[in-house]
Structures are given as structure tokens and as C-alpha cells.
């Protein structure tokens, strides 16, 4: 049975926002990520998998036991940490640590490694024996991931992981998560950064209004939503050059001597837009592909939409 499995979840605020109609399956080494807006519904979702919160309707299972109320023992098989994390101030980092991993059911010289281990992960070895009183928001945040990873869980949920978080932590979180993968572990993650889980998830899918959009694989999600590669040609002096009748070129600007265009994902399209300037009568100085970002993509694709609102 697939990890998390949920079948038409609803669960609305008074507003109205929230998760509605939602259906998802994450299999096991699985690394599914949850994009959309403010109020998209990605932290209510997330609430839901974790067992925090009891769905209206709707049927949502997790380690093939109902997600709410989450039974006792599913918590030592589950890792979380929302986007705000509960500590205890006025211990220190490795004793808050300590402790998450100890109800994780470590202990002894198993223990002591883990949280030595963790600590050097997220760089806070040297603020270890600190108060958490005195960490700042982004060690707090690391603080939590890493509190969460202690025990090594089958299913680890993160809440915008990316906040407040240093860009080494998030490199190494990335490298965490795919050695997670790769042995069979399943992680949970909702963000508001689009590159971000570009590179750390295996499935994606893209909220709004509390509904799924969009999603698949990365690159699935990437050609739903229109993402497109970027070619720009240096030519060596001005000149006309006619919009190319190629399929895939989806844009053409061509202005003095600089041409750019917009080009689906077949690879043998910057040749042919090559071949098709020369064979026009452009001497080409220089050639640059650019690879459209996920964030840029969505940006394009909620751009579209407001447009045709």
C-alpha cells in the first residue's frame, strides 16, 4: 500500500479557503512536493497528512492507517516539522535535539551519534550547547528540520522547509532527501519555492483555491504548465530576419542585431532556428540556450490566467 493515499479530502475554513476535493497516492521513495500560493491550501494540506488535523470528508490514509487521530505508534515512523517550530528556549539546541530523538525511541551511543550527526548537517555544532532562546529564525527553522529527521523516518513532512533556512542547509537537504529515495524512504514537502523543490522532488503538484491544478513528475508539471526554453543569438551586424514557420518555436523577437526566442523542449530545435537565420542571410556571432525555471513557468502560467479572468 502506498504511503499516503487521500481520496476527495475536503477541509474549509470559515473564509471558505482550504483543501477541496483533493486526491493524491505517494509511493513509497517518493519525494512529492506541494507548490501554490498564499492560501493555496498547501499548509492545511500538509496539517491533514501529518494527523494534526481531521479532514471534513473525504478518505486520507498514512502508512496504511487513517491519518487522524494518528495511532501511537505511527509516531515513531513519522517525522515533522510545520513552518513553526516548537522548542524549548531555555534549553539548548542539542538538548531540544536530544530530546525528539529520544522519543524517537534512540538511545545510548546510537543517540549521541545521531544528534552529533545532525548538528554538524545543519551547521549548529558551535551554537549547539546555546540556548534556543538566543537562535535566530533560520536556526530555529534548522533546528526543526533536523529534530524531525533524528529517528530517520519512513515518512518525513516538511512545511516550507525553505524559510528562513541558509542556502548550504538546503543543498545538503536536497542531497538528505534523495539518499532518502534512494532507500526507499518517502518525504512530504510544501513550499513557496518553485526552483527549490525542482530539485528535490520526484512528483509535484500545484495548488490553488485548494485544488490540485497541475502535476506529475517535474518535468510533466514543467509541460503542463508552459515552461519553454529561451534561445538568444548575437548577430554580428543588423538585419531582418522573417519569424521562422518551424513547429516548437513558440516566440520570435528579432530587433537590431539581438534575436531571441521561445522554443518547446525538442532538442533539435536551436539547429533548425540556427539553420533557418543563415539560410535568411544572418551571420551568427554568438548563441545562448537558457532553460526556463519552474518559478518562471508558473509565474507565466497565474500571468495567463489573470489575463483571461
Given at each position: 500500500?502506498?504511503?499516503?493515499?487521500?481520496?476527495?479530502?475536503?477541509?474549509?475554513?470559515?473564509?471558505?479557503?482550504?483543501?477541496?476535493?483533493?486526491?493524491?497516492?505517494?509511493?513509497?521513495?517518493?519525494?512529492?512536493?506541494?507548490?501554490?500560493?498564499?492560501?493555496?491550501?498547501?499548509?492545511?494540506?500538509?496539517?491533514?497528512?501529518?494527523?494534526?488535523?481531521?479532514?471534513?470528508?473525504?478518505?486520507?490514509?498514512?502508512?496504511?492507517?487513517p491519518?487522524?487521530?494518528?495511532?501511537?505508534?505511527?509516531?515513531?515512523?513519522c517525522?515533522?516539522?510545520?513552518?513553526?517550530?516548537a522548542?524549548?528556549?531555555?534549553?539548548s539546541?542539542?538538548?531540544?535535539?536530544?530530546?525528539?530523538?529520544?522519543?524517537?525511541?534512540?538511545?545510548?551511543?546510537?543517540?549521541?551519534?545521531?544528534?552529533?550527526?545532525?548538528?554538524?548537517?545543519?551547521?549548529?555544532?558551535?551554537?549547539?550547547?546555546?540556548?534556543?532562546?538566543?537562535?535566530?529564525?533560520?536556526?530555529?527553522?534548522?533546528?526543526?528540520?533536523?529534530?524531525?529527521?533524528?529517528?530517520?523516518?519512513?515518512?518525513?513532512?516538511?512545511?516550507?522547509?525553505?524559510?528562513?533556512?541558509?542556502?548550504?542547509?538546503?543543498?545538503?537537504?536536497?542531497?538528505?532527501?534523495?539518499?532518502?529515495?534512494?532507500?526507499?524512504k518517502?518525504?512530504?514537502?510544501?513550499?513557496?519555492?518553485?526552483?527549490?523543490?525542482?530539485?528535490?522532488?520526484?512528483d509535484?503538484?500545484?495548488?490553488?483555491?485548494?485544488?490540485?491544478?497541475?502535476?506529475?513528475?517535474?518535468?510533466?508539471?514543467?509541460?503542463?504548465?508552459?515552461?519553454?526554453?529561451?534561445?538568444?543569438?548575437?548577430?554580428?551586424?543588423s538585419?531582418?530576419?522573417?519569424?521562422?514557420?518551424i513547429?516548437?518555436?513558440?516566440?520570435?523577437?528579432?530587433?537590431?542585431?539581438?534575436?531571441?526566442?521561445?522554443?518547446?523542449?525538442?532538442?533539435?530545435?536551436?539547429?533548425?532556428?540556427?539553420?533557418?537565420?543563415?539560410?535568411?542571410?544572418?551571420?551568427?556571432?554568438?548563441?545562448?540556450?537558457?532553460?526556463?525555471?519552474?518559478?518562471?513557468?508558473?509565474?507565466?502560467?497565474?500571468?495567463?490566467?489573470?489575463?483571461?479572468?
Amino acid at each position: 500500500m502506498d504511503p499516503i493515499i487521500a481520496k476527495d479530502i475536503v477541509r474549509l475554513h470559515r473564509t471558505g479557503r482550504g483543501v477541496n476535493g483533493v486526491s493524491v497516492s505517494v509511493k513509497a521513495g517518493q519525494c512529492f512536493g506541494v507548490l501554490g500560493p498564499n492560501g493555496s491550501g498547501k499548509t492545511m494540506l500538509t496539517r491533514l497528512v501529518a494527523g494534526i488535523d481531521r479532514a471534513d470528508s473525504g478518505r486520507l490514509s498514512v502508512l496504511g492507517k487513517p491519518a487522524f487521530p494518528r495511532p501511537p505508534h505511527l509516531r515513531r515512523c513519522c517525522g515533522v516539522a510545520l513552518d513553526t517550530p516548537a522548542h524549548w528556549d531555555t534549553l539548548s539546541g542539542r538538548q531540544n535535539l536530544w530530546f525528539f530523538a529520544r522519543q524517537y525511541g534512540l538511545s545510548g551511543s546510537a543517540l549521541s551519534r545521531r544528534v552529533d550527526e545532525l548538528l554538524h548537517e545543519a551547521q549548529l555544532t558551535a551554537q549547539a550547547n546555546e540556548p534556543v532562546a538566543a537562535y535566530s529564525f533560520g536556526m530555529r527553522r534548522k533546528l526543526g528540520i533536523i529534530e524531525a529527521l533524528a529517528h530517520d523516518p519512513d515518512l518525513l513532512i516538511l512545511d516550507e522547509p525553505s524559510a528562513g533556512a541558509d542556502v548550504a542547509f538546503l543543498d545538503r537537504l536536497v542531497q538528505l532527501i534523495h539518499q532518502r529515495c534512494e532507500n526507499g524512504k518517502t518525504t512530504w514537502i510544501a513550499d513557496n519555492d518553485a526552483d527549490w523543490i525542482a530539485r528535490v522532488a520526484t512528483d509535484v503538484i500545484l495548488l490553488s483555491d485548494g485544488r490540485i491544478q497541475a502535476g506529475g513528475t517535474v518535468p510533466e508539471l514543467m509541460a503542463s504548465v508552459g515552461a519553454r526554453n529561451q534561445v538568444d543569438i548575437l548577430l554580428e551586424q543588423s538585419g531582418f530576419i522573417a519569424t521562422p514557420t518551424i513547429s516548437g518555436i513558440i516566440a520570435f523577437r528579432c530587433k537590431g542585431n539581438h534575436i531571441s526566442a521561445d522554443i518547446d523542449g525538442n532538442p533539435e530545435l536551436p539547429v533548425k532556428l540556427l539553420k533557418w537565420i543563415i539560410e535568411s542571410g544572418g551571420r551568427v556571432h554568438s548563441l545562448k540556450i537558457r532553460s526556463v525555471t519552474l518559478h518562471e513557468a508558473l509565474m507565466r502560467r497565474a500571468t495567463r490566467q489573470e489575463a483571461g479572468s
